[in-house]
């Protein structure tokens, strides 16, 4: 193993002590994590990304322009000789593969979904409503599977995740695309509202599988579900949404309340503005 491989491995304090206060990978590293801030990651997250970023200072060998995705890949591929954790070795490559992102800056994800929910994009309307409940209401695929009838409220014009515990305003989008999948089949209380062709709600995998196949159609291969929900957290915080309801629209309150509560779920009524202005 090389000595630059040998040096990626060592403690995060140890490579930071070898990064003097100022220089690039320090003003990266800082940027980077107050791009996480804003999109809702808590401040532990923040601060293990930040750590295992640093990883990669001295793999690179450079400044962080010359992070290739060979680097990123070398660098997965030691922690997972190490013997590290799998819940380790998987955010060590979460951490990885965003700031690889990051530091590309794929014009492809700027506005990546106005694009996907354009009258003229290639998905049809069942494509476009997975779209629509990940980046216009914020729900987790795994929330989305257990979404049925019962869970859209028309009339109010708010969805309600029995998974996740929140309360999410409908975009006007969103409302609509709901109202044209009701005229074909309407909505009846306990059938979900994502079928797979056996008229049975879908496993998390399925829809996986699924957004893959929508980003590869439209050409942004690197989207992701949660980076779609993390880049409208994103916006909504750019607009002037406090940080707590930002934590809450994407299902990050854990520890404590951070939403006006209805019943035992989390209303976020009070950002309807807000959310209106994600397209």
Partial sequence: MSSAVMAALAPAREVRSDVVRGDVWGEAVAAFSRLLLLRGYSRFTVRDYSSDVFRLAKLVGGPPLGLRAEHVAEAACCDRSSGLAVQTQRRRASAYAMFHAWMRQDPALNGALPRLLAADSPLDLNERLLVALTGLAGLRLSEIRHLEGRDILLRTQVLRSRQGWRIVPLHPELLRLLEAHTAQRPLHSFRALVMGPCGYSVHERT????????????????????????????????IGTPQTLVRAFIGQERTQPLAPRSGQFADLS??????RQLL
């Avoid at 599988?209 to 590869?216: D, E, N, V």
């Avoid at 050409?219 to 994103?234: F, G, H, K, Q, Y």
């Fill in 207 to 238: 829809l996986h599988g699924r957004f893959r196949r929508i980003a590869q159609r439209c050409e942004v291969p690197t989207l992701t579900p949660d980076l779609l929900r993390r880049t409208s957290a994103e916006k909504l915080r750019g």
């Fill in 270 to 275: 009070c950002i309807r503005d807000k959310i």
